[in-house]
């Protein structure tokens, strides 16, 4: 049996931004997800490979949208200006009758080269016993894919990843790792309340490369309070985001050279 023959899946797409930021106001658009590649905006290429991969029932897309977004799309939700504060809204919008779906796949609409293979890929194999999984991607695969791309990786003892810009969550248990997830994220550039919170130990095991997977998959879990899992993926469009100029260069001669062959 399948993961999809036993697990359903909704999508939370985050296609919301500052409206300040400037790489898409130089692009001249609202946020960054409607900024063209190839001439589309790069959700409209998301939302595509999610309705293409047969894994996903309903869509919500937080964030502005143009006409193609809005005709791919089950239900519009307005950017509340945070991550969480979206990702929250977004499930709660896919509610149907006080229940979303057994499982929520949340992902960003920056993601452009990601197809519906992959999607389908990650979501069969993504184990269904944990509340939060969470896509890695090791450096070579990245590397390998987009030749000269810079993302920041994690040094651990199991290899470097770069974290996925998605991953799949029991909308039943959100209400219970979110408040302690916003106290990690709002710690994440106050170096000592961080380490306060993952333990002075975890800290120095990842800063000299000595965390494994496991060990770091145990911690989360129990800061959380939900069991989480990271979940390597060979897809490196998993975890290359479009954030400058650059990135969409690279995001444009892949699409073309992949529609081309």
């Given at each position: 049996?399948?993961?999809?023959?036993?697990?359903?899946?909704?999508?939370?797409?985050?296609?919301?931004?500052?409206?300040?930021?400037?790489?898409?106001?130089?692009?001249?658009?609202?946020?960054?997800?409607?900024?063209?590649?190839?001439?589309?905006?790069?959700?409209?290429?998301?939302?595509?490979?999610?309705?293409?991969?047969?894994?996903?029932?309903?869509?919500?897309?937080?964030?502005?949208?143009?006409?193609?977004?809005?005709?791919?799309?089950d239900v519009r939700v307005t950017d509340h200006g945070s991550l969480l504060g979206n990702l929250e809204a977004g499930v709660e919008a896919l509610e149907?009758?006080?229940?979303?779906?057994?499982?929520?796949?949340?992902?960003?609409?920056?993601?452009?080269?990601?197809?519906?293979?992959?999607v389908q890929d990650v979501l069969d194999s993504a184990p269904t016993d944990a509340a939060l999984v969470y896509p890695v991607v090791r450096r070579e695969?990245?590397?390998?894919?987009?030749?000269?791309?810079?993302?920041?990786?994690?040094?651990?003892?199991?290899?470097?990843?770069?974290?996925?810009?998605?991953?799949?969550?029991?909308?039943?248990?959100?209400?219970?790792?979110?408040?302690?997830?916003?106290?990690?994220?709002?710690?994440?550039?106050?170096p000592l309340k961080l380490a306060g919170l993952i333990g002075p130990g975890i800290l120095l095991r990842l800063l000299t490369g000595r965390l494994t997977?496991?060990?770091?998959?145990?911690?989360?879990?129990?800061?959380?309070?939900?069991?989480?899992?990271?979940?390597?993926?060979?897809?490196?469009?998993?975890?290359?985001?479009?954030?400058?100029?650059?990135?969409?260069?690279?995001?444009?001669?892949?699409?073309?050279?992949?529609?081309?062959?």
């Amino acid at each position: 049996m399948t993961a999809f023959e036993t697990v359903r899946y909704d999508a939370v797409v985050l296609g919301g931004g500052d409206p300040g930021d400037a790489f898409a106001a130089a692009h001249g658009v609202a946020v960054k997800p409607l900024i063209p590649v190839g001439g589309e905006p790069m959700a409209l290429y998301v939302l595509r490979a999610l309705r293409g991969s047969g894994r996903v029932a309903r869509i919500a897309y937080v964030g502005p949208v143009t006409p193609e977004i809005g005709a791919l799309i089950d239900v519009r939700v307005t950017d509340h200006g945070s991550l969480l504060g979206n990702l929250e809204a977004g499930v709660e919008a896919l509610e149907v009758d006080g229940q979303a779906a057994p499982r929520v796949l949340v992902v960003t609409a920056d993601i452009p080269m990601l197809s519906a293979a992959e999607v389908q890929d990650v979501l069969d194999s993504a184990p269904t016993d944990a509340a939060l999984v969470y896509p890695v991607v090791r450096r070579e695969i990245c590397e390998a894919a987009y030749p000269g791309v810079r993302r920041t990786y994690a040094r651990l003892w199991d290899g470097s990843f770069t974290g996925g810009n998605l991953f799949i969550l029991d909308p039943a248990l959100i209400g219970q790792f979110l408040p302690r997830l916003r106290e990690v994220l709002a710690a994440r550039k106050a170096p000592l309340k961080l380490a306060g919170l993952i333990g002075p130990g975890i800290l120095l095991r990842l800063l000299t490369g000595r965390l494994t997977v496991e060990a770091l998959e145990s911690k989360v879990s129990g800061l959380l309070g939900v069991t989480a899992r990271a979940l390597i993926t060979p897809h490196a469009a998993v975890g290359t985001d479009v954030d400058q100029d650059e990135d969409l260069a690279l995001a444009e001669a892949y699409l073309k050279a992949h529609q081309a062959g």
